[in-house]
């Protein structure tokens, strides 16, 4: 006698009492089908001659509208006699069930690595402008492909969206509340935002090609500066109406230090005297304020104070561009010495491998929800700029210092289920308590892109090559809208797009730009 053991999977409509757990030799397992999540229980039977697997509810094949989708496949052992089956495989029922499981599980996997490819991929993968070997290393050719990928970008997509657009021909300075197509969505402005896209037209004419346009544009937004965001203490507004009446101003002295480096290049591109007087005024501006104890108002009581990084991280790249438009002062260094210092000093904890966006007064880990947030886009950003800086002095320490940083934020923020960048971190692996904490945003991915391409020029560590192919690979994945050209600025964890917007009160001609800017100089630089 022959016994055969037949082994079907059965996609087909439930039957009333269908399943009988007291009847079946297995129990049940769980499959979780990517956009069919409502199917996710089935119930697995496994018998001589016929094994099925049947959901719960109605079959996929019925919500897919095709109430006969049916796949089989059978398996067959054949044996001398079943009951020489059963004396050589007794305990089959736990052996065919384990076999059961494992494919399952590997069938499970391999849908949802589809799944997580196909929400965050981009039609503009494929193309030339996004995609490089994942498997090229840092060789000379690899460095051309990432070269024009950068520039191109810049040059052939991301001004293009912007310009002319965003140009207030009516009031002056610049629009930039845009949705997906480029409809404009809000009239305000930021004051932040008129700076940093003055500086960014300013640094691409400097840099890349005096282009007419480019200066006349970034001087229009110059202009609508000087006449309607400084207020009469000489501080400067954070948001405004279109026409440029004030609507908040914020404790912090943030617009000043855009403005000043917006002023620092047009002093470059036009040797106008009068701009670098005034970059050197808003600089000065800037640190007193933020620096001179009891000076600017406290965001708390004082109960429990606290410093920030941010102020430092912004002093130093400040510093920097004044020097790289207006030369060398003594007066720059200090200050680019002193917030490295005090980075170092208070918020960069070697012992615990971790880069602290606020601090108590000395530098003390508060063990609070604001206390113990971790934020490593920014930590990261503040990497580069101090890398950077290493790079200019020749100062291995600083390279050091600015890479250790990266390390140890990467560790923290880097996302190993779905890749991409925590948006916030808690320094204890406690749970964060703003909603978006697990989010992902634009900048934190053009700062980590900046940071890992430039720690790897100035170290060769093909570590930093590596992060670079990672951030860089999930970014052009994710971000890019290759129907209307820029960056997306806010994705969920898993790369699904939260909202289509190009700009905001935040996003805006800056942080995606300069990252394209930065990266085909550095690489142009160091073929």
Known sequence: MHGEIGIRWVWTKPRENDWNPAADWFTRNELRLPGHEEHRLFAVRLKVGDMRAVPVNRSVGERAGDSNARKSAVASFKFDDIRDFERRFHCWGIILPVILTATVIFTTKFLLAILEYSICRSPVENSSQSRVDSSAQMTANHKQELFKIYRDGLLKDTVPFWFPRAVDKEYGGFLHAFDRDGTL????????????????????????????EWLEWAERGLEFLEHHCVDTDGRMFFHVTREGRP???????????????????????TGSDRSAVRARELFEGFTRWNFTPGLMPPKFTDTRPMIGMGPRMIAI???????????????????????????????????????????????????????R???????????WFIMHEGHYRSDGSLVRLGCDMLDWMWGRGWDTEYDGIFYFRDVYGKPVQEYWQDMKFWWPHNETIIATLLAHQLTGDEKYARWHQLVHDWSYRCFPDPKYGEWYGYLHRDGRISVPLKGNL??????????????SQLLQVNP
């Open 373 to 383: 947030m971790l934020n490593p886009g920014h930590a990261i950003e503040g990497a």
């Open 185 to 212: 969505l809000d009239t305000d402005k930021s004051v932040w935002v008129q700076g940093r896209m003055c500086w960014m037209l300013l640094t691409l004419y400097n840099t890349i090609e005096k282009r007419s």
């Open 247 to 269: 609507i908040r101003k914020r404790r912090y002295a943030f617009s000043e230090a855009f403005a000043a480096i917006a002023y620092a290049a047009h002093a470059h591109a």
């Open 317 to 371: 790249v400040t510093a920097q561009e004044l020097r790289a438009n207006l030369g060398a002062d003594p007066m720059l260094t200090a200050w680019i010495d002193r917030c490295i210092d005090e980075i170092c000093r208070y918020f960069v904890k070697p012992d615990l491998r971790v880069v602290m966006e606020t601090v108590g007064p000395t530098g003390e880990i508060l063990d609070h929800f604001d206390g």
């Open 506 to 519: 935040w996003k805006s001609f800056f942080h995606h730009p300069r990252m394209q800017w930065y990266c």
